[in-house]
């Protein structure tokens, strides 16, 4: 059997009410399994209980009730085993603003109990790109740095699994792309990693597969491929040498628009049609084609319609 990295079984959780404020259930008998070795995302919009869930696992939040087990150890039966299999990128920047770099790792590495002689601090700070910030404060480091310190404190005990919650908010195109490439790196040496973000183009890009929650409540679970291909609809676009004359006798169901530079947009159903039964009619028209592209639906057009209607 494929190993999991993270099994969570009939989860709850209830954050308890006030005199001014009724009690949440903001986890709602959830059961989720995250492969070993994936690159796995959990998405959902704002209020889904991503963020409960995350702090569960990292053993920030109690749970009411239900079964949490990590790299194979039980939450209730082994808490310090599990929290060390885990380590988690925050989406908060919290950091002690007069540690410098190297010694906000080292103080990290001790809390977790890594021994001096299995410590990597060198290791982790050329990874995440710091090394020539080792000494400076971190209240000095821009917005960027701040955010590759994170990671690289979530690194310092070896987990066999990252939780990255919104890594990439707010910053710019070349730290995006550092953080990626790390990411895959890790990956590539066995680590799991898990994904919450709002840029939903990263998830599609990265993930291998995805879970989407919200209400507290897992909506659907499946690879990103699988997801991709839940929606029907895709789209032709054709670039004509010169502007139609003749009408053209689309197939049944098919919807017609121009966009800029003259170019002809056909939407269709993948069950009713293809993209030939198009260019047949197009050709029947006497439209000669200069240039053609196929558009589907990319992973924001399926959380929408998961979500909307819930």
């Known amino acids: 059997m494929e190993q999991q990295a993270i099994e969570v079984k009939g989860l709850r959780k209830v954050y308890a009410g006030s005199k001014k404020q009724e009690s949440k259930e903001a986890i709602k008998g959830l059961d989720l399994s995250i492969p070993a070795g994936s690159i796995f995302g959990l998405l959902g919009p704002n209020g889904a209980g991503k963020s409960t869930l995350i702090n569960i696992l990292a053993g920030l939040v109690k749970k009411t009730e239900g079964q949490v087990v990590i790299w194979g150890f039980d939450q209730d039966v082994n808490p310090r085993q599990s929290r060390a299999a885990i380590g988690v990128m925050p989406q908060e920047i919290n950091m002690d603003p007069f540690f410098t770099p190297r010694a906000a790792l080292e103080t990290q590495a001790g809390l977790y109990g890594v021994p001096k002689s299995e410590r990597w601090t060198d290791e982790i700070l050329e990874l995440v790109g710091l090394s020539d910030k080792a000494e400076a404060h971190a209240r000095g480091l821009s917005g960027g740095m701040k955010r590759r310190l994170l990671l690289a404190k979530a690194l310092v005990h070896k987990p066999q699994i990252l939780v990255l919650d919104e890594p990439t908010a707010g910053v710019d195109i070349e730290l995006r792309a550092m953080l ?43 690879t990103t491929a699988k997801l991709l291909g839940r929606m029907d609809r895709k789209t032709l676009v054709v670039e004509p040498r010169a502007t139609p004359s003749a009408e053209i006798r689309l197939p049944e169901g098919v919807t017609q628009e121009t966009r800029s530079g003259g170019r002809l947009a056909f939407s269709y159903s993948r069950a009713q049609t293809g993209p030939e039964d198009i260019l047949l009619a197009l050709r029947d028209a006497g439209i000669e084609i200069r240039d053609f592209a196929t558009e589907q639906p990319g992973l924001e057009e399926v959380f929408v319609s998961l979500t909307s209607n819930q």
């Open 180 to 222: 990626w490439r790390n990411v895959r790196k890790l990956n590539e040496q066995g680590m799991t990693i898990i994904l919450t973000t709002h840029y939903l183009e990263e998830a599609e890009e990265m993930c291998d597969e995805i879970a989407i929650i919200n209400h507290g409540k897992l909506i659907v679970r499946d």
